[in-house]
Nanobody, 122 residues
Framework: QVQLVESGGGLVQAGGSLRLSCAAS????????TGWFRQAPGKEREFVAA????????HYADSVKGRFTISRDNAKNTVYLQLNSLKPEDSAVYYC???????????????WGQGTQVTVSS
């Protein structure tokens, strides 16, 4: 059973940056596909970014492409999401997820963290 714990969220002004971390335990995160999703109030959870098991492939939602970067530190068993050029519409709870299938689909991921809040002020 893999446990995922996100951190790094907070309040930032538009145009600013944050780095979210997702620390994994109970399993080796490099053997899983990992993804980041987000959910704003009153909206469905949506895909943000994904990283393949081998780390050779990434995929991003169009809304964050060129601004966000997903990465992994195998030694720390941690996945990151670098958020740059933040916009108010990026405000949401961000969730880290892990699964056996590299996918943009929420249902492909088995393990989920508790989420971390990102708020971007205008």
């Amino acid at each position: 059973q893999v446990q995922l714990v996100e951190s790094g969220g907070g309040l930032v002004q538009a145009g600013g940056s944050l780095r979210l971390s997702c620390a994994a335990s109970g399993g080796t995160v490099s053997t899983y596909a990992t993804g980041w999703f987000r959910q704003a109030p009153g909206k469905e959870r949506e895909f943000v970014a994904a990283l393949s098991q081998g780390g050779g492939s990434t995929h991003y939602a169009d809304s964050v492409k060129g601004r966000f970067t997903i990465s992994r530190d195998n030694a720390k068993n941690t996945v990151y999401l670098q958020l740059n050029s933040l916009k108010p519409e990026d405000s949401a709870v961000y969730y880290c997820a892990a699964g056996r299938v590299y996918s943009i689909l929420l249902e492909s991921y088995v393990y989920w963290g508790q989420g971390t809040q990102v708020t971007v002020s205008s």
